[in-house]
């Protein structure tokens, strides 16, 4: 295997070559069984460089992913396709279907052409279920001559018979909803203003219908507070440059109404942005969604070489009450990896620890993992004894993740009990952009409270995915979700996982599980 292979991830949409930045005009294809992404491509440029287009990959698991060129690029090569969203209009409403063409593929994408300091959205319609479209002949759909007005998400409200359209006028701070009988015309609804973290742009907003669910994972059906409002915002994070933020609230085909007035994040790390839904998923109960697992801080620069960045797995998201401290609880949004259902990825080696081992500083556990192409999935859970917790100590449990077994090319993850939080350290990497770019913040953290305390015991867990240089972490069933990309020298695979504690006898481990994977 060369080198230059070694740097894509196995299971993250990557382009062959070139740039990648949002996920634009996600949908499933119910015909076909097929997951359809489109991104903000540009295949001759490693940094974001205009013409941007959508570039275009399918995949039957939402794992591996088959690259097919670009879909939409600028008419007569003038300006840029920016971020949107594909509906299925399959009661052919827009008319722009021959009634004989598939109901399950009328494909219909929605966009942001960027042209001449002005944001107008387009429409484009593909015959061919979503490989080549043809932009249509109404072009521009909704033009108010204004210079940020971008990234259009539209879906179908049933209860209005309704297209519903969200688009952010970025640097005035608004969400504007629109509505619309056949995609082509559309009427201003109301105005989602200078709420939240405002940064300094609003961009990629989205709205779904999400279902409640109780922790059996049955549906809630008595709340009508079951819409979320997801607006990505760049710069102005509060871990720097790029972050999504959500309102869960009612929508009654006009007005979004939050809930409350908190500022909430879809995913606590440092690299997931744009996220947006899929258009319809395998089933219906099921909200999807993916993002860019990058950050504009220093995206251009990322030390890849072929290509630059990557997308986040597919997400399956719902909302359920969770206990936020030990004296409030709320609805919150629970977000778990699709990745398992009917997977092309092969289990190598699964290694299980032995359960409940309490662990003595200095003598941890030591995997060797010797068969991923790079490519691993672990379960962690762990207890502290709380009473034991000593304030003047660092009281913390870490998992080294290593090339080999000697090496200084490593990321060291853990959870310290004092300040009930979990870290990251990405910075002992070797690598030269990861240890010099002051914005790649090298170590980062996420407040995490336990999901379950019995009798002086704190319980918590984390379900990681790695792959190459991104990991995705998922704290507590889903509670919390925080993405990282790291980079190691030479683009090693890990090999070796230690975990151990920095203290005698606060932390057992429950469960430890690690599976090399391959694809
Ligand atoms: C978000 C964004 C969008 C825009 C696109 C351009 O990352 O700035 O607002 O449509 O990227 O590539």
């Given at each position: 295997m060369t080198s230059q292979s070694l740097e894509?991830?196995?299971i993250h949409l990557t382009p062959p070559c070139g740039w990648l930045n949002d996920p634009n005009g996600l949908w499933y294809d119910?015909?076909?069984e097929i997951w359809h992404c489109y991104f903000q491509n540009n295949?001759?440029?490693?940094?974001?460089?205009?013409?941007i287009c959508w570039g275009h990959s399918v995949s039957r698991d939402g794992t591996v992913w088959d690259y097919k060129g670009l879909a939409l690029l600028p008419q007569h090569n003038e300006g840029s396709v920016f971020s949107g969203s594909v509906v299925v209009d399959s009661m052919n409403t827009s008319k722009l279907?021959?009634?004989?063409?598939d109901p399950r593929q009328r494909v219909v994408a929605i966009w942001t052409q960027d042209l001449d300091g002005i944001q107008r959205q387009m429409i484009s319609y593909s015959v061919?279920?979503?490989y080549n479209f043809k932009e249509c002949?109404?072009?521009?759909?909704?033009?108010?001559?204004?210079?940020n007005f971008r990234d259009p998400k539209v879906i179908w409200h049933?209860?209005?018979e309704r297209w519903i359209m969200v688009v952010a006028l970025s640097q005035k701070f608004e969400i504007s909803i629109y509505s619309s009988a056949d995609l082509l015309h559309w009427k201003y609804e109301s105005g989602f203003a200078l709420?939240?973290?405002?940064?300094l742009q609003y961009e990629c907003p989205g709205l779904v219908k999400i279902p409640i669910l109780n922790t059996k994972g049955q549906e809630i059906k008595?709340?009508?507070?079951?819409w979320l409002l997801y607006i990505s915002i760049n710069?102005?994070?509060?871990?720097?440059g790029s972050a999504t933020e959500y309102f869960i609230g009612k929508f009654d085909g006009k007005v979004f109404q939050p809930t409350d007035n908190q500022v909430r994040f879809m995913?606590?790390?440092k690299d997931f942005y744009a996220f947006q839904t899929f258009?319809?998923?395998?089933?219906?109960?099921n909200v999807v969604g993916m993002a860019w697992a990058?950050?504009?801080?220093?995206a251009n620069q990322?030390?890849?070489?072929?290509y630059k960045s990557c997308l986040t797995m597919l997400r399956k998201l719902h909302l359920q009450k969770l206990q936020v401290t030990p004296e409030y609880s709320e609805i919150s949004l629970f977000s778990t990896p699709?990745?398992?259902?009917?997977?092309?990825?092969?289990?190598v080696a699964p290694k299980t620890i032995t359960p409940n081992l309490p662990l003595m500083s200095r003598h941890g556990l030591k995997i060797h993992l010797?068969?991923?192409?790079?490519l691993l999935e672990f379960t962690w859970e762990w207890s502290t004894?709380?009473?034991?917790?000593?304030?003047?100590?660092?009281c913390g449990i870490t998992m080294l993740l290593k090339d080999?077994?000697?090496?200084?090319?490593f990321l060291s993850l853990g959870f310290e009990a004092n300040c009930n939080s979990f870290f990251l350290d990405?910075?002992?990497?070797?690598?030269h952009f990861a240890q010099t770019n002051?914005?790649?913040?090298?170590n980062l953290s996420v407040d995490l409270m336990p999901y379950k305390v019995s009798q002086g015991t704190s319980f918590y867990k984390v379900h990681g995915i790695l792959d190459r240089n991104i990991l995705e972490l998922y704290f507590n069933e889903g509670a919390l979700a925080a993405t990282y990309a790291f980079f190691f020298k030479d683009n090693c695979p890990i090999r070796w996982a230690y975990v151990d504690s920095?203290?005698?006898?606060?932390f057992k481990i429950k469960e430890l599980h690690f599976t090399e994977l391959a694809t």
């Open positions: 894509h991830p196995l119910a015909k076909d295949p001759n440029s490693t940094v974001w460089k205009q013409p279907f021959d009634e004989a063409f061919d279920g979503g002949s109404q072009n521009p759909v909704l033009d108010v001559n204004q210079s049933k209860e209005t709420r939240g973290l405002k940064g008595n709340s009508e507070e079951n710069p102005g994070a509060p871990q720097g995913d606590l790390g258009f319809n998923s395998p089933d219906e109960k990058s950050n504009w801080q220093y990322i030390p890849t070489t072929q699709l990745w398992n259902e009917g997977s092309l990825v092969n289990l010797d068969r991923s192409e790079g004894e709380d009473m034991m917790v000593s304030k003047a100590e660092f080999e077994e000697c090496s200084n090319n990405r910075g002992n990497t070797g690598s002051p914005f790649f913040t090298r920095s203290v005698n006898g606060i």
